[in-house]
Structures are given as structure tokens and as C-alpha cells.
């Protein structure tokens, strides 16, 4: 019982990491949080359902074009929610701006791909019971995300060039980086973990429409107890938020344990607003 | 206008009414359209029943025009999309009495729009006939114009609880649902239901359909000795969940419940077939075959004539479209018989109803009691044995 | 040449400037109200030509407003992204209902159960509105929208009160407001009434104190203005409506389950607000009614009608960040004059700004403050007098601004100690810098774009202003009298900075220059004693730097000292009474401009020659 309430615990906690980064991916490069976060890793379900059953693609092939198709998604948020609102970042037009593209995604899912959760295929085909590859799947995708943003951001150019944007957008303008390029850039790989995120938890989560609205609040409590922008925060605050879920599912049940969650979140944050672990601050005056 | 058999039987005295109340009215009254209100989620979850109802009024509703109307006047149907919205339906119900000016009105199915439509349609006393399963929508002084063709939750209710404890034979059951409005209510009335008669409730609980694993819960089913697993939830993803845990877990514990243990899709979510075996789902008998692969003569019928229609079935339930046409073809004798479409005569020619042989059931109404579905039709099918919206019956009824 | 006018003909030109205002203040009243009453003429018409489908379409409008009305005070004026309102519309729909039906205490009337709704809504409006005041945007969003999900999921689980899934009979009203059109009329008035409330906050000290702290919160706290009362205050309110609206919307469905508060709702709620344009009243009004009525024409797109929304949304924020509000902002789009100049009258002062007693001294001992390892600033001593105007110089980075924001607040020194006469000024708290007659302007004015010139300079005097925010709310004479008293000011200092032809139109189509003067009007508001000017010549031209020169010297005249951050060095040795020049945190020298014009140091490092 424990060992299963743990196997759940940690692989749903390890798509909320995911979705955590890819909040914290888009936020990098452009101080924005973005309401499609959760959408992509709804999609990455979709896609991947789609490609491998409706389609029936091998599950490579299906697995490559859904992180394609997410990528694209969130360049297409870049252009659209995110670049036309950058010059009044203080007017915080971005909340509503992915906000629409947030809802558009997930009523064209809930239109063209149907209301009901739709199965997604079982990938490998390894392990059962709490070793069954539906738990183990999004803790080794989110584990292999991490190594290869760690390398990706301490081993490459690009990755000290999102570092350096991050660190501090006007100094890296000024030092020629090509600050545009590399924001597109960054939507891109942030469609491309959401769609991990997706595809690793297709067969947890299945393929359904109502995974986005879900996953974006879920997903984002990982940043808040983490700390904005903080990508091991997100990570440890993804795992915890899984694993205290699914022990509040046990012991209070379905009904409290999202009000348990909640609960928690509006504490945390009224408690340490940064985050557990600290997170970006800007100046004021 | 001969569009069954039972339209032969109801003809004459069609005539006759038409003979005795109508003759007075004036000559437009006589041609002009009938109007069927429509409420139902069209599109949006839960929107699936509506497409096969839809199919079974759009049908009946061209066979009575095709065969030229009720006495010379055409059926019109105005449909309107509620989105499973109590709000969409409340408008809806109001445009269609007011502005649309209906005659009459079918559904809406979903509890929430049900219950906020209900009063409104009894104030403005308009007939209306509706499938929606809570007990309180059926209460002939407050709602003298609401009447109900399909089972109700306690006649759900007591199906499975009969087949549970006398056919299954089984006294120690888990009783669950999903955290939706309908899930808690069906479960609190479920349990309550089943300890008045005895039973042992060993586990209750109301499980977040979104809920990615299903084993604790389905670990303390077992540890508490349950012999049946009683679901009322209409998530096809949780259930199909549970069939795997239990497989999983080497068990063989049957599921008993709602009809949704039935849907399509829980085929394309299950690991494997055998999983969805030993699924009880709540059927009809009206729409249940027997070994022979046969169904009741009434819906042999109905299928062929379906069929010579073109009207698919393969894709939903019998049952929905059979009610479909249960509910035009009500709607119809009654504005035949009372000679008009006037509210009180279409009301009052319902309640005289006894065993009306509809489709899908024999309907019974009178002055107060409006839960015209028979009880003992209501049974239960082998879940994963669909064949053109139809099931076999589950083992053990006679 | 104006110092010689008599002062007994400034208090007469004042007194009859007030009268005029007075007369002109009914008449601008009547204008913002004839939208209105234009509306409340067509809502009450509507039976002459509806049925009782109208009656319902009509009756959810003005629900929907009810609520809005009081949500867009946060979201339109106080700028915080409520996403997630719909919780409160649930809570005061059962609230009522429960009350009415008795299934936890003895039934009480409706029209009892509404007023108590009201409360429990207006202290849940507080408790989901905390994060505010500490939070960014989106994180206020979210909650919002997870407290939106748990109400739901309460409402669901309390079935021994709220009926569970099966739900509960919305509440009943008595005759004559039973029947359809009884009913609306009902809501119609309620729907007024809110109306009024939302407009007299907008249109007080309150409504505008809203506006800054959204649009330019740091000048906001400069003026007093203290954040979390106000938006408490206006939670509190938008609580109230939302609840209100709640039991209202349970007797308009007759009965009501968790599944009649969609998301969609909210969204409505939200968008309609947006549509209608942030900072108008007529504008989300307007919205909602249009979101209400769109899916009743619109029905075969039903099944499209979020993405609609959300489509709209997109627009709005890209292309009309203003909605609708800003379409009917014919004013605006009247030309201004492209020749105007600034020609402030200083000598008008005397009759507007309280002369300064005199008796306090800003002295700074032994300041320090250090961003990581820089030294920002490093023992900085610092005396301006009454009276006195003060320069401070330095070179770029020299720790002048920093100087300004710990003496208004922004920065808490880590060493050092500050006082105003013999009373320590506590570090941080910039709110409170007001109340202790510090006034201040900024390196980049920090204005609000969207409201007019003269609503800018009122923002200065918010903690002028006596009445209450009940009596704002229910415009009481007290806080009529702070208008009056506010804008006659604001006007008249308006005159003294030279733009009072321009104090009707929106700050942002001013030019910046014009920008600055408008921000020492708006310091003048405070009658301060100290005057903290950040750069207010960069960016003006000869003329108006000498102009410029003028008014500083009247308003110290008048007992203000005052601290002035300058790159002119012409200015600053015109007028300044003493002088000091940074550099690296430190004081370099210090003494009448007559000393540092000879100064070693200061000639041959900063002044170049």
C-alpha cells in the first residue's frame, strides 16, 4: 500500500516537475509565466495518442513528432501571447494573453479530439504492479530532462546565453547576445519538456482534453514552493506536491485532498513568497 | 401517419378525439407546426447520450412527417445546445417557452440542468418529458407537467442492489464513486440503500476520477473483504483504471453499476480484453439479448426498421435511440388523442397511460406517479459484450 | 512682477475659481452620470418590448453586473487579475439559499439571508484577495482560480448543507418580486444601486488612489497611499457584490448544484471587464451585457463560445488594450494644441499652499546602504533646512537617487540615522513619508497614463482627504467636500505649473516635459515641508528650465525646503541655498554654491574646468 501510494506519488510528481520547468523555461528568457504550460503537457498526451494509436506510428517516430508539434505550439506563443506584451511587462498583459491561448488550446482539444479521456499506448511495455512502466516512465524522463538542461545549460554556448538572459536580460542585450532568437528558442524547448512531460505520463494520465486546466495549477505549485525560475526547487517542490497528494488522496480522500492541496499552496506562499528555496526578485525604484 | 403498429391501435381514437375536442378550432390551428423543444448537451462532456437520442427523435420525427404528421400537421423540432451548463439550459428552457412558443419539451438529461429547468418549465405548465435520474424531479404538485421515461436512481439503484444480493449473492460490497456532484450523491443514496437491506458496506469512498493510480483504494477494497465493487461515476478513464488494477492484483471481484462500466472506450483504455470481463453494467431488457444472440421481439423490430433507415448503431446504446422515439411518438398520440396541442389535454392524456408499449419499455403514468419506467426491466448486461448498442444479459436472470 | 499683486486679490480670484468649479463640478457630474441613466431608461423599458425569455436574459444581465460591478473595482481599477470569482458568486448563492431553505439554523427571510451573504461574501472577497497584497500577478491569478475549484469541491462534500451533487432550491422571493418582471426589476435596482457604490469609490480619492497604485505604485506610496487598506477596502466590497449577486443568481436558476459554476463563468465575469476597458465603469457594463447576450444570438456557435471568449481576449489585450471604454473616449482623440508652453505662475502659490512652519530640519547622520558589495551610499551626512534649497551633484552613480529613496522610504538604510526635526524618520515604509510632509518627484515621471491631468495631481492629496471610505462609498457631504476641496487645489496648482488648460485631458498624451511639471504639482498637493526633485530639469528646454528655476524658488519661498538631484550645474548654482557633491557614496564637499564653485576637488573631477 505504501509502496504503491509512493510509485503514484512520485510519477505524478514528476509530471508536475516537468510542467514546473517548463514554467520556469518560458520564464527565463522572458519574465513571463504562462498559462499554456499545462496545456502542453495535456497536448504531449494528445499528440502522442494520436500519433502512435489513431495514426499508428512507432512509438519513436510518434514520440518525435509530438515533441515537434509541442515545440512549434510554444513558438507559436512566443509570437502571438508573449512578444506583443514584452514592452509593458508592468502591465502584466501576458496573464491574459496566454491565458486566451491557454483556453483556445484546450477548447480545440476538447472540440477536435473529443471530452473523454482517450487511451494512450503502453510504450515499452516493461514492469508491473508498483515497478509498471506508468510510474517509472515520468520519474526517468523527468530525471534524463534535468541531466540534459544541466548539460545544455553548463556545457553549451546557448545554454550560458539562456543563463546569462536569465541572469540579466538588458546586460545580455548589451552584450550582443541575440536576445530574441534565444527567447523563441527557449518556447521551443519549453513545448518540447511540456510534451515530455505529456508523453512520459500518457498512460498515467491518458490522452483527455481537462488534463491542461489541471495540470497548469498543479504544475505550478511546484514553482511557487520552489521559487520562481529555480529549477531544482521546482523538481524537489514537484516530487513533495506529488507525494503529499496521493497521501492526502488515501487518507482524506478525493474531495479534501484537492482542498488539502490548495491549503497548502496559499499557505506557502503567504508564508515565504519567494518560494521555499528562493527565486527571481526585481527591483522596484 | 401509420408509423407502427401501436399507431393502428391509438388511430381511431385519435379520430375520435379530434372529432369531439378539435372541431371548433380554427382552420390554421390545423396546419400549423407542432413545436418539440429540445434541451440536451450537444456538444461539451457528457454529450454522447444526446447524440443517440438525437438519432432516435430525428427518426421518429421523419416517419411521423413522412407519413404525413400528426393529423395533417408537421412535427418541428427546435433544438438547443445546453453544453451540460445549468445556466445555457435555464435560458434555453425560457427562450423555448417564450420566444419559441413549443408545445412541448424533451430533457434535458444532465442532473444540473434538470433540477433548474423543472420548476421553470412548471410555471409555465408546459409538458415535459425528460430521461434525468433524480429522484426529486418527480413530484406531481410541484411539478404536475414533468414526467419521466426512464428509470430514476433508485430504480438504478435497486436493479443493481437485486442483482448484487440475490442473483451475485453477495453480502459485503464496496461502494464507490467519483468526486463529481452525481458521484457523491449516487454513493451516499447506494450505501444507505444497501444497509436498509442488510448488507454490509465495507468500503465507501469518492475517488478524483483524475486520479492516476487506482491500487490503495482498490488494496483496501480487498483487505476489507469485499465480494462485489458497486461504481457510480461516468468517468470511462477511472473505471477502465480499476478493471486494470484488478487484474493486476489477480482478483476476481466483480464491478457492478452504472451504465457507463459499458462505454466503448473503456475497450481502447483497458490493458487487456479479459480485464473487462466479469463488468456488470445497468441495461435494459428492452435492449439485452439473450444466449441465442436475440433480442425481445419489439426490438428486433426497432433494429430493422432502424436499419432500414440507416441509423447506426454500432457507435452508441439502443436504448437512447429507442427512447428517442418513445418520447416523439408519446408526445405525438398524446397531441393526437387530446386533439390539440394545447398543455392541460397533452398532461392529461399522459397520465392515462398504462403500459403504453413504448420501445424501450412499457410506460405507466397516472395523476401521481410520474416514474413511468417499469423497475423490472431494468437489469443488468455484461459490460464489454456491446454488439450494435445492445448487451448480453448478465448471468443469473432467467 | 507677479510677486507684487496684492494677496487679497489672489483669495478673491480663488474664492470665485472654487464657485466656478463648484457650478462646473454639477455639470460634470451630470455628463458622467447620463450614460447611466441613459441605460437604467432602457433597462426599464425592456418589458414594453420583451417577454418573459427578456425578463430572464435581462434579470442574468444584471446579476452578472452585480457582481462585476464590484470585481471590476479590483481588476479594472486596482488592477489584480481575479480570475477565479465565480468561488464567490458560489459561496453567496449558498450562502443564501442554505439560509433561506434553514438546513443549518431556523429559515430566515431572503431579504435577511441576502445581507448576510453579503457579509460572509465580503470576508471571503478579503481572505481569497490576501495574496495580493504580497504576491505577483500570476501568483494572485492562480489562487484565485485553485480557490474557484475548492469552493466547488466543498459545496460538494458539505451534502448535509449544500445537498451535495443534488444541490438546493435557490431562495424565493416574496411578491411582488416573484414574478418574472418583479424579479427583474428587483435586480434592476440592486443592479443600480451597486452601480452607484462602484462609481462613487471610482470617482473618490479611493477610485483613484486604486488607479495609482495600479498604474505607478511607487509614486502611489510616495502620496500615502497605503496599499493593503485600500485594496481590503475594495475586496471587502467586491466580496459583498459578488455574494449578493450569488443569491440573487440562485433564485434566477431556482435551484442550483456545484456544476451551475463553470469556469466559463468566471471567465465571462473577467473578459467582460477587459472588453469593457480597465478604469471605466460604462465600459464593463457594456461587456457584460454584450458576453451575456452574445451565446443567446450566437447559439450554433455554442460549442465555440469559450474559444470565442478567448479569441476576444486575444484581441483586446493586442490591439484595444482600452475595449471599449477607450472607443468611447471621443474626447481623447481631439487634438491638442502642438504649440502649447508651460508658463507656470509661482506668485499664485500663496493662496494654495500652506506656508511651511518652518520649525523642522531633514538631517541625515552617518547613512549607509550597499547593494552586495557596491557601496551605494557610505556615511553620507546630510542637513536641508526649511526654506533652503539643497543640491545634491554628483557624477553618475554617485548615490544621489539612492539618497531620495531612503529618504522617502524605498531603500532601508543599514546604517545611519535619519530625523525630521527631533523625530526619527523610520527607515522603509515609504507609505508613511507623506504623512510627515515629504513630497517627492521622480528621475522618469511616474504618472497615470490613463486618468486626466487633474485626477494626477488630486492623487497627490490622498492623505488630504477626510472622509472615510464608507463615506466615499455612499457619498456622504464629507467626502464631497474632499472633492471639492481637492480639486479646486489641483486646479489652482495646476495654474501655478502652467497646464490648467490641459487638466481635463489623459496624462498620457502629454508631452514629458509637461510630465514633470504635472508631478511637482502633484508634490505640492501635500503642502510639504520637504520637497525631494530627482532631475526635474532632464529633459526641458532653456526656457522651461529657467521657468522651472522660478517656481522652486517660490515654493521655497513658502517655507518648503528642498532637496534637488540635478545635472544642470547652471540650475543648481542659480538657486540652490547649499550644495553637496557625491561621489562613489561619499561626500566630496559641501557648502554654498559660492564655496563649491572654488572647490578643488569638485571643479577639476565633476564640473570639468
Known sequence: MLASIIAAGLASGAIYALVGVTYNTMFSTSRVMSFTAGQLAMLGGVFGSMFTLKLGMPVVAGFLLTLVCCAIIGIITEFIAVRPVLKSLDQHLYVLSTLAVALMIQQVAAIKWGTEPQPFPRLIGLGSGIWDEKFWLPVVACALTILGLEYLYRRTLVGRAFLAIAEDNFAARALGLPERNLRIASYALAGIIGGIAGFSGGELLLAFFANGALLNFYGFVPVALGGLGNNRGAIVGGLALGLFQQAANFLVGGIFSSVAVFTLFIVVLLAAPQGLFGGASARRV | MVISRRGVLFGSAGALGAASFSFPAPAIAGSEPIRIGCLAAITGPASAPTQGFNRGVNFAVDAINGAGGVKGRKIELVMRDTQGDPSKAVNATQELISQQKVHAIWGPLNSGEALATTPIMARAKIPNIHPCVVETLIDTSKFPNAFRMAPSNSQWDDAVRNYCLNILKVRKLAVIGDTTGYGVTAVGASVAAFKKDGAEVVYQANIDATQPDMTPDMLRMKNAGTEAIVVWTVSTGMEALMFNVRAAMNWDVPFVGHPSLSSGEIAGLVEKPENWKKVYAIGYKSCSYDGSGKLPPRSEELVARLTKGNIALNDTLLWWVAGGIDVIELFAKAIEVSGSTDAQGIIAHLNTLNKYPGYFGDYTFTPAQHNGYPTDEVVMSEASTAKNGTFALAPGYS | ?609
Open chain 3, 1 to 609: 512682477m507677479a510677486m507684487a499683486t496684492a494677496s487679497s486679490d489672489q483669495h478673491r480670484a480663488a474664492a470665485s475659481e472654487t464657485g466656478r468649479i463648484e457650478a462646473h463640478g454639477w455639470r460634470v457630474a451630470l455628463v458622467h452620470a447620463a450614460p447611466f441613466l441613459g441605460m437604467l431608461v432602457l433597462a426599464l423599458l425592456l418589458p414594453l418590448v420583451g417577454n418573459d425569455y427578456w425578463a430572464l436574459i435581462g434579470t442574468r444581465m444584471a446579476i452578472y453586473w452585480v457582481l462585476v460591478s464590484g470585481l471590476n473595482l479590483v481588476v479594472g481599477f486596482a488592477g489584480h487579475l481575479a480570475i477565479g470569482y465565480v468561488a464567490l458568486l458560489t459561496l453567496g448563492a449558498y450562502t443564501t439559499s442554505v439560509l433561506v431553505a434553514g438546513n443549518v439554523m431556523p429559515p430566515v427571510p431572503v431579504f435577511a439571508a441576502l445581507p448576510i451573504a453579503a457579509v460572509v461574501g465580503a470576508i471571503f472577497g478579503v481572505i481569497v484577495g490576501l495574496p495580493a497584497l504580497r504576491l505577483r500577478t500570476f501568483y494572485f491569478a492562480m489562487s484565485t482560480l485553485g480557490f474557484a475549484t475548492i469552493v466547488t469541491q466543498i459545496a460538494l462534500a458539505w451534502q448535509s448543507v449544500t445537498g451535495g451533487g443534488v444541490g438546493i432550491a435557490g431562495p424565493e422571493f416574496p411578491a411582488p418580486f416573484n414574478t418574472a418582471w418583479g424579479f427583474y426589476f428587483l435586480c434592476v435596482g440592486i443592479a443600480a444601486f451597486t452601480t452607484w457604490l462602484s462609481a462613487n469609490v471610482a470617482r473618490s480619492r479611493f477610485g483613484r488612489a486604486l488607479i495609482a497604485v495600479r498604474d505607478a505604485e511607487v509614486a502611489a506610496e510616495a502620496t500615502g497611499i497605503s496599499k493593503p487598506k485600500m485594496l481590503i477596502a475594495i475586496f471587502l466590497l467586491a466580496g459583498a457584490c459578488a455574494a449578493v449577486a450569488g443569491g440573487l443568481f440562485a433564485s434566477l436558476q431556482t435551484y442550483i448544484t456545484p456544476d451551475a459554476f463553470t469556469f466559463d463563468l468566471s471567465v465571462l465575469f473577467f473578459i467582460a471587464i477587459l472588453i469593457g476597458g480597465r478604469g471605466s465603469i460604462m465600459g464593463p457594463m457594456l461587456g457584460t451585457i454584450i458576453l451575456t447576450i452574445l451565446p443567446e444570438i450566437a447559439a450554433p456557435l455554442a460549442a465555440w463560445s469559450t474559444f470565442l471568449y478567448a479569441v476576444l481576449l486575444l484581441l483586446i489585450v493586442l490591439v484595444m488594450p482600452g475595449g471599449i471604454a477607450a472607443l468611447l473616449d471621443f474626447r481623447s482623440r481631439r487634438p491638442l494644441a502642438s504649440n502649447r508652453a508651460i508658463v507656470p505662475r509661482p506668485a499664485a502659490l500663496a493662496g494654495i499652499v500652506r506656508r511651511s512652519r518652518g520649525d523642522k530640519a531633514l538631517a541625515l547622520r552617518g547613512i549607509a546602504l550597499s547593494f552586495g558589495n557596491v557601496k551605494a551610499i557610505d556615511g553620507l551626512d546630510l542637513d536641508v533646512a526649511p526654506g533652503q534649497i539643497h543640491g545634491l551633484i554628483g557624477p553618475n552613480g554617485s548615490g544621489k537617487t539612492t539618497t531620495l529613496n531612503v529618504i522617502s522610504g524605498y531603500y532601508a538604510a543599514k546604517g545611519g540615522t535619519m530625523t525630521l526635526r527631533a523625530d526619527a524618520l523610520p527607515p522603509g515604509m515609504p507609505a508613511l513619508r507623506a504623512r510627515h510632509g515629504i513630497a517627492r518627484t521622480f528621475q522618469t515621471p511616474r504618472v497615470v497614463g490613463e486618468a486626466t491631468v487633474l485626477q494626477n495631481v488630486m492623487i497627490g492629496g490622498t492623505v488630504e482627504g477626510r472622509a472615510s471610505f464608507v463615506e466615499a462609498l455612499l457619498a456622504l457631504p464629507r467626502n464631497a467636500r474632499d472633492e471639492r476641496m481637492l480639486a479646486a487645489k489641483a486646479r489652482a496648482l495646476l495654474g501655478v505649473v502652467g497646464l490648467e488648460g490641459l487638466a481635463d485631458v489623459r496624462a498620457d498624451r502629454l508631452q514629458h516635459s509637461e510630465l514633470r511639471f504635472i508631478e511637482i504639482a502633484r508634490a505640492l498637493m501635500l503642502d510639504p515641508d520637504f520637497l525631494l526633485l530627482d532631475e526635474p530639469a532632464a529633459g526641458l528646454s532653456g526656457d522651461e528650465i529657467d521657468r522651472l528655476a522660478e517656481l522652486i524658488k517660490a515654493v521655497s519661498a513658502r517655507g518648503t525646503g528642498i532637496l534637488l538631484v540635478e545635472h544642470h550645474a547652471d540650475l543648481i548654482f542659480d538657486i540652490c541655498h547649499q550644495i553637496t557633491v557625491l561621489n562613489l557614496g561619499r561626500i566630496l564637499a559641501a557648502g554654498t554654491p559660492g564655496e563649491i564653485r572654488v572647490h578643488k576637488e569638485v571643479v577639476s573631477a565633476y564640473l570639468g574646468g
